[in-house]
Each structure stands twice: as structure tokens, then as C-alpha cells.
T-cell receptor, first 117, second 113 residues
Framework: DARVTQTPRDKVTEMGQEVTMRCQPI?????VFWYRQTMMQGLELLAY????????DSGMPKDRFSAEMPDATLATLKIQPSEPRDSAVYFC???????????????FGSGTRLTVV | KQEVTQIPAALSVPEGENLVLNCSFT??????LQWFRQDPGKGLTSLLL?????REQTSGRLNASLDKSSGRSTLYIAASQPGDSATYLC????????????FGTGTRLTIIP
């Protein structure tokens, strides 16, 4: 089965350090998403890309977060500097846009569990 | 602003029982609704996707229904098994041009052997 691969699986870092999370979407999928999951807020969309171009990053704190797709096989989410409140599980998901009415499901990766101490 | 609610937050039932999980949303003008399953420490697995024009979708022992006008969806699980224990999340998408999914807070389901 095709899968979305995220690395690292777990990351513990000190406050103020830079953190980079990586995602390999499913080959052929043209839409990539970054979600964050916390106990308090649940799952929230941070940003998403279509054909590597950012379409919506309104859910992302702009001062410290950045998301990019250097190529079609790699998406990155970077936090600089990291803060304890960034501790969460970060999920990447990918999907393939189809014509209206056909819809599509998303495939999620296993997530990166980030702990900032 | 779309809000998605799932009640109850947790549910325990004996193995073999049929059960229903509920999802409600405040803005009925949705594009589609999706049910996911999340196992502890794992990602989300898509179970069923219902387009706004559909009333229900079925996959094996799972049946999801959608009533847009009332802002509700249900996930029916027949003949529950211990392997069904997980957190179930529903998510709505507003329109074709907006990929954002708004998730509910989930129902943690435990099937008692």
C-alpha cells in the first residue's frame, strides 16, 4: 500500500532550537497538508500545497513556522525558534484532486511527535 | 465558522454489539464529510467519505449516513470487535475550492471482549 512517510517519528528539543519535520507524500498526489494535533485543540490545519505551491497557510504562526515543498517528493515544516507550546503531533497528509463531485480521501502519515522542553 | 462536535467523547460497549457514533456540524453547506479512525500513537486512517449529494456510504461492517439539512452524520458499526477499539473522528470540508478539513474532537471507542 502507498503511504505518506514522515520523519522523524519523535523529536525532543530545547526551547529556542530549530526543528525541521519532513514528509514524503504519495507519488502522484498533488495536494499536501500539514496538520497539528493537541489535546486541547484537536486537529488543526496549518498549511497546504497544490502542485508544490502554497494555497493556504493561514493556520500557521508566521513568525516562527514555515512550510515548503522543495520538490514533489518532499514537504518540510520548520519551526524556528521552537517554544514549549509547539509541543504536539504534526501530521502530513496527501491527496489527489479530482473534478468536482468526485472528491477524494486523504492519506495521513503516522505523524511526528514534537516535545519542546 | 464551522464547528464539528462529536458526542460522546468516550464509549465502551461489549463485543458483538452494534453501535452508533454521532457527529454534528454547524454549517450545513458542506462539500463532503469523512470518517477517520485513529489508533494510539498512529496516524489517521480514512474509513468512509460521503459527498454532500449522498445520504450514506458502506464499507464492510461500517455504514455512515449524512443529513446535511440537520447538520448530522452517524457512523454505524455492526457486530463490534475488540479490534474496532480506537478513536473515531469525523471531518467536514466546506467546498471544492477549499481543501481544509475541520475535525471533530473524536469519540474514543473501547470494545470489551
Amino acid at each position: 500500500d502507498a503511504r505518506v512517510t514522515q520523519t522523524p517519528r519523535d523529536k525532543v528539543t530545547e526551547m529556542g532550537q530549530e526543528v525541521t519535520m519532513r514528509c514524503q507524500p504519495i507519488l502522484g498526489h498533488n495536494t499536501v497538508f500539514w496538520y497539528r494535533q493537541t489535546m486541547m485543540q484537536g486537529l488543526e490545519l496549518l498549511a497546504y500545497f497544490r502542485n508544490r505551491a502554497p494555497l493556504d497557510d493561514s493556520g500557521m504562526p508566521k513568525d516562527r513556522f514555515s512550510a515548503e515543498m522543495p520538490d514533489a517528493t518532499l514537504a518540510t515544516l520548520k519551526i524556528q525558534p521552537s517554544e514549549p507550546r509547539d509541543s504536539a503531533v504534526y501530521f502530513c497528509a496527501s491527496g489527489l484532486v479530482r473534478p468536482p463531485g468526485q472528491g477524494y480521501g486523504y492519506t495521513f502519515g503516522s505523524g511526528t511527535r514534537l516535545t519542546v522542553v | 465558522k464551522q464547528e464539528v462536535t462529536q458526542i460522546p467523547a468516550a464509549l465502551s460497549v461489549p463485543e458483538g454489539e452494534n453501535l452508533v457514533l454521532n457527529c454534528s456540524f454547524t454549517d450545513s453547506a458542506i462539500y463532503n464529510l469523512q470518517w477517520f479512525r485513529q489508533d494510539p500513537g498512529k496516524g489517521l486512517t480514512s474509513l468512509l467519505l460521503i459527498q454532500s449529494s449522498q445520504r450514506e456510504q458502506t464499507s464492510g461492517r461500517l455504514n455512515a449516513s449524512l443529513d446535511k439539512s440537520s447538520g448530522r452524520s452517524t457512523l454505524y458499526i455492526a457486530a463490534s470487535q475488540p479490534g474496532d477499539s480506537a478513536t473515531y473522528l469525523c471531518a467536514v470540508r466546506l467546498n471544492f475550492g477549499n481543501e481544509k478539513l475541520t475535525f471533530g474532537t473524536g469519540t474514543r471507542l473501547t470494545i470489551i471482549p
